[in-house]
Structures are given as C-alpha cells and as structure tokens.
C-alpha cells in the first residue's frame, strides 16, 4: 500500500513542536508541551496522531519516547514529489508550466527557478 504523507494541522503542530525539541521525549512529556501551544489534548487524542505520523513513518515511537524520524525538509520533499506524481504525471515541467499559469509567480521567483534549473543543466 502506498503511504501518503499528507498531515492534518493537528499533526504538523505536534512535528513543529518534535523538529523544535530535537530529541525524543516523552509522550506525556509531549502532552505538556501541547497544552503550552494551547491544545488541551486527551492522552487518547494525542496517541492517536502520533498513530497517524508513526503509520506515514514520520515519527517513531519507543515504549514511552517519541522522535521525528523525518527532518522538516525531508517532510516537504516526499509531499513534493508526491504532488508532483498525483498531480503532475510525474513531470516537474508539467508543475512548472502550471506556476506559469499563477499570478503569483514574481520576477524574483522566476529569477531562483531559472537559478534552479540551471543548476539541473550543470548536474
């Protein structure tokens, strides 16, 4: 089965709070620090999402200690190319060719793109 890396906002604020910790803690330990960030979660609730990531092998868990097992930049490069096979064939100019399409692509981003692919040439 194949396993999408898609988070929930509940998820990526428990990662935010593991990538900042940078060591694994406790889960109850975890809890503490969820309720500082204003989530007055349940153990159930939290155990749950930490299910959901450990599933996606984003974190690991062992006995009472959680740890990120994916690096915030590791994260977003597997959900990259995930959008980039869902939603793009698999091609980086068919997403490109979409950027194109936005307003919001600025003159400043074109300029690091053509940046980018240049460094693709040179490879």
Do not use: C
């Not at 889960?27 to 990531?53: A, P, S, V, Y």
Request: cysteine-free; charged content about 35%; proline content about 1%.
């Amino acid at each position: 089965m194949k396993v999408n890396h898609k988070i929930t906002e509940s998820e990526r604020l428990v990662m935010e709070v593991l990538w900042e910790r940078g060591d694994a803690v406790q889960t109850r330990e975890l809890l503490e620090l969820m309720k500082e960030k204003g989530k007055n979660w349940k153990r159930q609730t939290l155990n749950t999402l930490l299910f959901r990531l450990e599933e996606k092998a984003i974190v690991s868990r062992t006995r009472a200690y959680v740890k990120y097992a994916m690096s915030r930049e590791e994260l977003l490069q597997v959900q990259t190319q995930e959008i980039l096979e869902e939603g793009y064939d698999g091609k980086p100019a068919n997403f490109l060719a979409a950027l194109v399409g936005s307003s919001k692509v600025t003159k400043e981003d074109a300029d690091r793109l053509e940046a980018v692919l240049e460094e693709i040439r040179k490879r």
